[in-house]
């Protein structure tokens, strides 16, 4: 395989951002007092340490329309780097048209998340990647027949010696794909700018809806925190009274559990639309209007509406808008040459 010098920078740039973690700020005042905004060390497993020939080879998978039943669907279908590595369809339709289940969340910072699914119910990057692949509405197919399929192409056999020391296998394909999906590291918004680098780049109405985000009349930081704008946990946002989707109780059968689904991140949100486990809202200004007027009193929750103005709920359309991250979106090393 040859290896280019953007590939070259690029990997330079990954063992940078797994060693440094974040970017250094000279504080003049500007940025916000904000707690936990450092962003996490990436970490790879023992047995799947970030390799050139690793990235490449997950790289292609990701892309390869045979990892579908019908060979027609691919991670990328659902996951598109224009979208910061999600769709814009309430749920997009897997194998042979079969309906999806699930709006498809973005793929931004995956690899900082502990653990994966919307009832976070699996552990690693790894594991994750079976659920779609044996999902009967997704990939539709099983990780034995698959792998089996792809090692009889001779461009996957010779990147699997090269990358793992053996033949391509299962143990290769769900390797490497996680090993491609730790790399989409998104850091670099406007609200990062601002951030991180003391970049007065803020209009006044960015600086009201950061203000509001972060203010306990709100309290969307609560949920939304940290670095990934997200605390991980696995929550009832009070969308609805019955959810003909029961979140994670369909893991644990616990009654507490029916309507709680994993907290998103919000970093590049407002490329993600359509909203919600089930892409029910469309748009950002339905978001803010969900939590401001509609909140439904599920047991599962104690929200209560935060009866915005409309001045407020736009500032912080705004401010959302600031994290969309547009070297992330454009990076060409994502995508498949």
Not at 25 to 43: F, K, Q
Request: glycine share 4%.
């Amino acid at each position: 395989m040859k290896i280019n010098s953007r590939n070259s920078v690029f990997i330079v740039a990954c063992l940078l951002i797994i060693s440094c973690g974040k970017e250094q700020s000279n504080h003049n005042g500007l940025r916000p007092a904000l707690t936990n905004m450092e962003m996490p060390d990436v970490i790879y497993p023992d047995d799947n340490k970030f390799t050139v020939d690793r990235f490449e080879l997950g790289k292609r998978l990701f892309y390869d329309t045979r990892l579908s039943a019908d060979h027609k669907v691919s991670c990328a279908t659902c996951h598109q780097q224009n979208l910061a590595f999600a769709d814009n369809q309430k749920t997009t339709s897997g194998a042979f048209g079969r309906p999806g289940v699930r709006n498809a969340p973005s793929l931004s910072n995956i690899s900082l998340h502990p653990y994966y699914t919307r009832e976070g119910g699996v552990p690693t990057l790894e594991m994750q990647i079976l659920v779609p692949i044996q999902e009967h509405n997704e990939f539709g197919t099983n990780i034995i027949d698959l792998a089996n399929d792809l090692s009889m192409d001779s461009n996957y056999s010779t990147l699997s010696e090269k990358a793992y020391n053996r033949e391509f296998d299962a143990y290769v394909l769900t390797r490497a794909l996680a090993n491609f999906e730790r790399t989409l590291i998104s850091k670099e918004s406007k609200f990062d700018r601002f951030y991180y680098n003391d970049n007065p780049c803020f209009s006044e109405e960015e600086r009201l809806g950061l203000e509001l985000f972060y203010s306990d009349r709100t309290g969307c930081s609560n949920c939304h925190s940290g670095f990934n704008f997200t605390n991980y946990q696995i929550e009832n946002n009070g969308l609805y009274l019955n959810y003909a989707d029961s979140g994670r109780y369909r893991l644990t059968l616990n009654h507490s559990d029916i309507g709680k689904f994993k907290v998103p991140s919000l970093r590049n949100v407002a490329l993600t639309a359509p909203y919600m486990h089930d892409g029910s809202l469309s748009t950002l200004s339905d978001v803010i209007d969900h939590y401001s007027d509609n909140i439904q009193s599920h047991f599962n929750n104690n929200l209560q509406p935060l009866k915005l103005n409309n001045n407020e709920k736009a500032a912080l359309v705004a401010f959302l808008q600031t994290l969309t991250d547009e070297k992330f979106i454009n990076n060409e090393n994502f995508k498949l040459n």
